[in-house]
């Protein structure tokens, strides 16, 4: 807990991820629209009990988009607070850069997930940072884009280290 104007602040913890692939030469993102939402996000969600930050980032990916994922990296955290039910809640999201390994973006064949998400597509990764609706979103977005580039090609989402040469 928190100390807060309000007296004692409750926290919460989420994670999620960006997933990557390569698509005729070009890095896509997977992006969602929440339920009832205009904006875009990144799959994310509360951590379950006894579940790591990188557990959780790959159920929440799977649930979210209906892709299977491979993590290769951490992206870092944002932190925020939020108003609940006339509560302030501290909040800290733990996100993950994931190679997409296999299944159909939006293709959600479990109970319940259609509530949650209205939308999910491919967006190129140059364009991502923009098109996110969270200003922490957007900064996450556009460091998995500075590590990729970083590389000079997508080595860090195949699967093999990038070149750590002249950083």
Same mark, same amino acid.
């Given at each position: 807990?928190?100390?807060?104007?309000?007296?004692?602040?409750?926290?919460?913890?989420?994670?999620?991820?960006?997933?990557?692939?390569?698509?005729?030469? $070009?890095?896509?993102?997977?992006?969602?629209?929440?339920?009832? @939402?205009?904006?875009?996000?990144?799959? +994310?969600?509360?951590?379950?009990?006894? $579940?790591?930050?990188?557990?959780?980032?790959?159920? $929440?990916?799977? #649930? #979210?988009?209906?892709? @299977?994922?491979?993590?290769?990296?951490?992206?870092?955290?944002?932190?925020?607070?939020?108003?609940?039910?006339?509560? @302030?809640?501290? +909040?800290?999201?733990?996100?993950?850069?994931?190679?997409?390994?296999?299944?159909?973006?939006?293709?959600?064949?479990?109970?319940?997930?259609?509530? $949650?998400?209205?939308?999910?597509?491919?967006?190129?990764?140059?364009?991502?940072?923009?098109?996110?609706?969270? +200003?922490? #979103? +957007?900064?996450?977005?556009?460091?998995?884009?500075?590590?990729?580039?970083?590389?000079?090609? =997508?080595?860090?989402?195949?699967?093999?280290? =990038?070149?750590?040469?002249?950083?």
């Amino acid at each position: 807990m928190l100390i807060g104007y309000g007296g004692i602040m409750p926290r919460e913890a989420s994670a999620g991820g960006i997933v990557v692939r390569e698509q005729a030469g $070009e890095l896509e993102v997977a992006v969602i629209r929440p339920h009832g @939402r205009s904006l875009w996000a990144l799959p +994310k969600g509360h951590v379950d009990p006894g $579940e790591s930050a990188e557990q959780t980032a790959t159920r $929440e990916v799977w #649930e #979210e988009t209906g892709l @299977r994922a491979t993590l290769v990296a951490p992206l870092g955290e944002i932190r925020y607070v939020y108003q609940f039910r006339g509560q @302030r809640i501290f +909040k800290r999201v733990h996100f993950f850069l994931f190679r997409y390994h296999s299944g159909v973006l939006g293709d959600i064949q479990h109970a319940g997930q259609r509530v $949650e998400v209205d939308e999910a597509r491919w967006v190129p990764l140059v364009r991502v940072a923009s098109l996110l609706g969270y +200003k922490g #979103e +957007k900064a996450i977005a556009a460091r998995a884009a500075r590590m990729l580039l970083r590389a000079g090609n =997508p080595l860090a989402v195949s699967g093999r280290p =990038p070149d750590q040469g002249d950083d």
